[in-house]
């Protein structure tokens, strides 16, 4: 009897979300709302999280850092198989660590594209294999991408389940979003990742303009309910805290930033998956 309760909890054991921020599209708040909401999951509600730069820009590695140079990156991982236990470092957050990125990730990329590099070799799925070795100790794995097309991005679309799309208020934003959903859904066919969606579109830097507001409504009229309840407003305070090396909720928590980011991350908590 034992036995089999144990085997029930291990079969109902709750799974590791594995979420990815992405737009094709540069300047959409895609670092800004991976790090603010990962902060959230970690110190408001106490979950566990990984937080995996996969930007060579290395912006949430700096700011957790503070800009201090890394030993070991993810390159190392990728390039030269170090252990990605010994890559992953603390933050100032308790619950939150982070997987840290710097510009040499541009050169994984070439490498993936080489059929003639070893890295090149099941290049795809190189991302995955290392994440799967450490993400059941985790209840999210969540990883900020590089604002183009690349096959590190394509490694994260393989990994993730969910993914989570920025959208500032410009007319471009829209059919950035749509060359995305192009590419998902060639994932989900070409590489088998059937349980690949878009969770959910978040409108980031809004204003009271027109053009946010005709945006904003294009955005809510084409993907219906997937767009979040709550917006994120254009804040300095969110760019205070990031050169501060601080999420915004963590230094000014009154602030519409830090009150929009805390509700986007309740509505991600009770998000079926």
Known sequence: MLATLQTAKAIWAPMTRRIAWLNEKGGSGKSTSALNISANLATRFGKKVLLVDVDHQANITAVLTKSVPQD???????????????????TPYENLHLLPADASLSEVNVAMADPSNPLGLGRELRLKRVLNAIDSQYDFVVVDT???????????????EEVFVPIDPGYFSIMGVQNLEKLLQQVRDYMDHKTLRI????????QHTNVAREVEKQVRDYFGNLVLKFSIPLNVKVEEAHSRGMSVGDYAPESPGAQAYLAVTEQILTYEH
């Open 72 to 90: 070991r990156t993810l390159t190392d991982v990728l390039m030269d198989d170090a252990p990605v236990e010994e890559v992953v470092r603390p």
């Open 199 to 206: 969770s959910g579109v978040l409108l980031t830097k809004m």
């Open 146 to 160: 590089s604002p183009q097309r690349t096959l590190l991005n394509v490694n994260v679309l393989n990994y993730v």
